[in-house]
């Protein structure tokens, strides 16, 4: 059985490189995309401090559907361009929001959210998966090393997606 570790590090960056390394043990030899998914969202939540959501928005050809995720009930659907999560699936580009008030057209699926990443999750072949989104219910919270972190775990997701 797997069990998600916790203890201290000495950087953020390490605690990223622990993280990488336990997502890909979780994920190793699992088929099923929304297990996997499941996983990947309670490992993250459970492991990384001051998150009130954390989970992923599937693309389903129009529109971003939520899908597995840890925390309160979420947005259903959130078209491309709309909000954080739709600016990442639109630009492909990861979206790190020090204070959601600031954000043009902020989606508030949960008013205690303050600040957010979003990572596009994108196939080998340019094709658009969907998001990887985490909220914080503090301002600040994700920063350079958050937005190399969680991009090196959403490549962890990706490669196990790809290669089932």
Not at 104 to 132: K, M, N, T, Y
């Amino acid at each position: 059985m797997f069990e998600v570790t916790t203890q201290a590090y000495a950087s953020k960056r390490e605690h990223y490189e622990d993280l990488c390394h336990q997502a890909r043990g979780l994920l190793e030899g699992e088929p099923d995309v929304i297990a996997n998914a499941a996983n990947f969202s309670a490992l993250v939540y459970h492991s990384l401090p001051d998150l009130n959501w954390s989970g992923f928005y599937l693309y389903d050809g129009t529109e971003l559907v939520v899908g597995p995720f840890q925390g309160k009930p979420a947005c259903i659907r959130i078209a491309l361009g709309r909000g954080v999560c739709g600016t990442a699936a639109q630009t492909r580009e990861t979206q790190v929001v020090r204070d959601v008030h600031d954000f043009d057209g902020h989606i508030a699926c949960d008013a205690a959210s303050q600040s957010e990443i979003v990572v596009p999750l994108v196939r080998a072949d340019g094709s658009l998966f969907g998001v990887w989104d985490v909220d914080s219910p503090s301002v600040a919270r994700f920063d350079a090393d958050d937005r190399a972190g969680m991009e090196a775990l959403c490549a962890v997701f990706m490669a196990a997606l790809e290669s089932r």
